[in-house]
Structures are given as structure tokens and as C-alpha cells.
């Protein structure tokens, strides 16, 4: 079965600052990869997502994410931060098989303080 | 473009009552699904639609949980009854056509607490 694993449950930076919130996935064959974000009391927004083509995707909001199949990751980044981008992120994967219902990680909260 | 509506946005009750919840679709949207969301994961799907007929309901406590969606449009997710652990966030999400690819639309979700 595939599985997400998101390495970091909290990541605090500074405003301005680089930020890199990574993500692994488990699977044999070929995946689809998203990022979503969620803002407090909202619902999932997505950032951006890898289907096939060009390793490095480019999101929404300045952010992007590196697919890397030898290592299964795929990590998201932001060169500068800022305090709005305070959030929850979700990696999912999109299954192969029947069905297309989202697995996703647990979750990172990137805290950005000036 | 109107985004995916749910209500209510929160609810309150004891276990073993029974509470439902309402999803609306962004129109057109072929796939719909409802996740649950605990609080420090990820939202896990319990249902999905395509139109009116059930495409994957194998995470779904089907002891007490139900859902539908009439004439493929509006859905409704029930609990009866609830227990403690029902406790989260309720998601909905609509999808065009429910293709590996497509982007999930998701509604502001109902936080659901259960005493």
C-alpha cells in the first residue's frame, strides 16, 4: 500500500527566511504527488502537483517542489517566507488503482514569526 | 466560480446521538468525497461518489456511519451513533471528473466534537 511520511510535524522559521518542508512517499510504481496547504478554519488548498514531465514544480505563492524518484521525495520550498504563510501543508500521494481519493501525511505546521 | 459548501461549520454532541452533515459540489464536479480529518493527521477518505454511485467506501464504518448523494449533486454524511472518537474535522471535496490527476476542490469542513 502506499504511504506518505512528511519528516517534520512543526517547522518554525523567521520571516524572509528559506524554507524546505519534506516529504516521502512509498510505492513501486508510478505517482501522482500534491502539496496542499490549510489556512486556520479554512479547507485544503492545493499548491501544486507533479504528474510527469519536469522534476521541479512551480506553485502557487511563490513555493515549488522537487520530485526525486531514486530518493521518493518530494520536498517542498520557499526561497523567502512570509508571515502569511503561517499553515498547516499536507503531501499526498494519488494512488494507482481504482479509486483516486488522496493519501495523505500527517502534516507540517511552518510557523513564520518576524 | 462558487467553491465546495458544507454545513454546518461546527456541532456539538453527546455520544450516542445521532448528527449529519451537508455537502454541495462545485457545479459540474463528477467526483465527490468525504475525508475525516483528526486532529494532528492527515484527512483520511471514507467516501467517494462518482455522480450518484458509490466508487469506494472501504474506510467507512459502515456500523454507523451512512451517506448518499442524491441525483449526483448534493451529499449528506450521517453518524448514528456517534462515539467519542468521531471527534474531527469533516471534510467534503469535489473533483471534476474524478481522474488520478485532478485537482480535489475541498469545502471549509464541519469540526465535529463529540462529549
Known amino acids: 500500500a502506499q504511504s506518505v511520511t512528511q519528516l517534520d510535524s512543526q517547522v518554525p522559521v523567521f520571516e524572509e527566511a528559506p524554507v524546505e518542508l519534506r516529504c516521502n512517499y512509498s510505492?513501486?510504481?508510478?505517482?501522482?504527488l500534491f502539496w496542499y496547504v490549510q489556512y486556520p478554519n479554512q479547507g485544503l488548498q492545493l499548491l501544486l502537483k507533479y504528474l510527469s514531465g519536469s522534476t521541479l514544480v512551480k506553485g502557487i505563492n511563490g513555493f515549488e517542489a522537487e520530485f526525486n524518484k531514486s530518493q521518493t521525495s518530494f520536498h517542498l520550498r520557499k526561497p523567502s517566507v512570509h508571515i502569511s504563510d503561517t499553515a498547516e501543508y499536507f503531501c499526498a500521494v494519488s494512488p494507482n488503482q481504482a479509486g483516486t481519493a488522496l493519501i495523505f501525511g500527517k502534516g507540517t505546521t511552518l510557523s513564520v514569526s518576524s | 466560480e462558487a467553491g465546495v459548501a458544507q454545513s454546518p461549520r461546527y456541532k456539538i454532541i453527546e455520544k450516542r446521538q445521532s448528527v449529519a452533515f451537508w455537502c454541495n459540489p462545485i457545479s459540474g464536479h463528477a467526483t465527490l468525497y468525504w475525508y475525516q480529518q483528526i486532529l494532528g493527521q492527515g484527512p483520511k477518505l471514507l467516501i467517494q461518489f462518482q455522480n450518484n454511485g458509490v466508487v469506494d467506501d472501504s474506510q467507512l464504518p459502515k456500523d454507523r456511519f451512512s451517506a448518499e448523494r442524491l441525483k449526483g449533486v448534493d451529499s449528506t454524511l450521517k453518524i448514528q451513533p456517534a462515539k467519542l472518537e468521531d471527534s474531527a474535522v469533516y471534510l467534503c471535496?469535489?473533483?471534476?471528473?474524478?481522474?488520478?490527476?485532478?485537482?480535489?476542490?475541498f469545502g471549509p469542513g464541519t469540526r465535529l466534537t463529540v462529549l
Open positions: 510505492s513501486s510504481v508510478s505517482v501522482y
Open positions: 471535496a469535489s473533483s471534476i471528473a474524478g481522474g488520478r490527476a485532478d485537482t480535489q476542490y
